[in-house]
């Protein structure tokens, strides 16, 4: 669990699922599965996306940039915070579409 002010990093998850916007492929990760992306231990959950990229989509020529991470952390009220946190950002936006 990330202390207070602290951004969480890779060590502070159990697994990390990576999907791609362009094509749907959606796959689970362990933290050591990273490191081929030059992921370590201390590197911050808000860096993946900019490291990761889809695969499939490189083969077919395309950038494969626009990935989705979402964490499963070791410490489950983590967990609950970050899934508050999520649902409360996406109330947000849907709010704000229906005003539009």
Do not use: Y
């Not at 202390?3 to 699922?17: D, F, Q, T, Y």
């Not at 992921?39 to 860096?47: H, R």
């Amino acid at each position: 669990m990330a202390l207070p002010g602290r951004k969480p990093v890779i060590a502070h998850v159990v697994s990390i699922s990576v999907e791609c916007a362009d094509c749907g492929r959606n796959r689970w990760w362990k933290p050591d599965e990273l490191r081929r992306f030059g992921v370590t231990g201390s590197t911050p959950l808000a860096e993946l996306s900019g490291r990761i990229v889809c695969s499939a989509c490189r083969a077919d020529g395309l950038p494969g940039t626009a990935i989705s991470i979402q964490a499963a952390f070791i410490d489950e009220r983590q967990r609950v915070r970050s899934e508050a946190q999520m649902m409360s950002e996406r109330e947000v936006l849907v709010e704000g579409a229906r005003r539009a």
